[in-house]
C-alpha cells in the first residue's frame, strides 16, 4: 500500500518561505514520479510541480516558476517543495501524489491527505 504523508505547512506572511516534505511509504521512490497540487476555496485543484526519478527532470506551474523548487532524497523517499517568495493566491491545501511510471505526464493514482499554507498579507 502506497502512503504519503505531506508536512511543513503554516502561516507566512508574504515574502516569506515554507519547505514542504511527502514522506512516501510502500514503493521505491526510484520508480515513481511525485508530484505536488493544491486547491484554495472555491478553486479547482492545480499541479504546481513534478519530479520524475527517470532523470530527475522537473516541472513548475507558470505561477510557481523561480519561486518554488522541488527535490528529492530519494533514500529517504521524501520529495520536498520549497517555497519562497511566497504570495497571498499561494494560500491553498497542498497535497503530494504519486505515479508509478517515473514520469511526470501520466495520471497520479496515490495522494496525500494534504497541508495547510496560508500567507497573509
Known amino acids: 500500500e502506497v502512503q504519503l504523508v505531506e508536512s ?6 508574504a515574502g ?5 516534505s511527502c514522506a512516501a511509504s510502500g514503493f521505491t521512490f526510484d520508480d515513481y514520479a511525485i508530484g505536488w497540487f493544491r486547491q484554495a476555496p ?3 485543484r492545480e499541479g504546481v510541480s513534478c519530479i520524475s526519478s527517470s ?6 506551474a507558470d505561477s510557481v516558476k523561480g519561486r518554488f523548487t522541488i527535490s528529492s532524497d530519494n533514500a ?5 517543495l520549497q517555497m519562497n517568495s ?15 511510471i517515473p514520469v511526470c505526464s501520466v495520471p497520479f493514482g496515490s495522494w496525500g491527505q494534504g497541508t495547510q499554507v496560508t500567507v497573509s498579507s
Open 55 to 60: 532523470d530527475g527532470s522537473t516541472y513548475y
Open 8 to 13: 511543513g505547512g503554516g502561516l507566512v506572511q
Open 16 to 20: 516569506g518561505s515554507l519547505r514542504l
Open 76 to 80: 529517504k523517499n521524501t520529495v520536498y
Open 42 to 44: 472555491g478553486k479547482e
Open 86 to 100: 511566497l504570495k497571498p493566491e499561494d494560500t491553498a491545501v497542498y497535497y503530494c501524489a504519486a505515479a508509478d
